[in-house]
């Protein structure tokens, strides 16, 4: 289980990108996180794993308290934070086998790590994953000779090798065409779903965020403005999350209004006789 308490990112800039962010990401359940450009959704997603360093706040993962270990300790903790990027950060001319097996780097010896040497039951585990993404028999191909929906795939297998406790993927399909960004979030499903690990992806398009999340985190601002089911999800809670707080006040007074003017001409339609009463 992850658990943020009270998260906050001030940048040296004096940018305050999360202002206190509360929230819990259990099971195997698919999160979206969602809200416009600079609302702070890679600064949270970078902070739980401190590629950014949170200025304030808890980030517990299965009770470890992460903003309170020291570097070796966290490069530790590391290995159960599977990370998948929007440009996938492969190292291009390393094979695909090679690419997925970096996944296991944290878990080798420096000195096999620099050779890249593993066991045989990494490998094993990294031909399993490599079917269940799809790309069984391209171990050998180069990064660069993919397309960007395999060389997502392949970022996803290597996040997946490294038998992670949750997944982060930061804009997953920022790059990808629309029929891959769909293939990459059905298999982020069913990898939530086998691993049964929770993921929370950190998306631009609303459509793809309510066709395969189980819940939604909408940050506007730094603040976390709406944290509920996907269902959940109303023309409401978009202005909320796309437009700030000031947008539901116009938004519910306007529905207010409508409201009373409905009520106001129903009034005056029981009001009037009928021809019938006449
Ligand atoms: N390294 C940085 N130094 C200073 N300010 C930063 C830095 N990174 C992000 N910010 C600021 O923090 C805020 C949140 O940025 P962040 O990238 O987390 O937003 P985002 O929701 O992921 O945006 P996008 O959807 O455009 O990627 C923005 O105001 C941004 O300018």
Redesign the pocket.
Known sequence: MLETIDLR?V???G?E?LTGVSTTVDGNEIVAMI??????????I?CINRL?EPTDGEIRLDGSELTALGESEMKAARRNIGMVFQEYNLVERLTVMENVLSGRLGYVSNWAALRRKFPPEDVERAYDVLETVGLDGMENKRADELSGGQRQRVGIARAVVQEPKILLAD?PTSSLDPESSHAVMELLADIAAEEDIPIII?I?EVPLAVEYADRILG?HD?ELVFDGPTDGLDENAKDVIYRGADASETTNEAVAKTRTDNNAISEQAADKPTAAGD
């Not at 809200?35 to 949270?44: L, R």
């Open positions: 990112k940048y040296p800039t940018d990108a809200g416009p450009s600079g609302a702070g959704k890679s600064t949270f970078r950014t804009e950190n631009h940050l730094g």
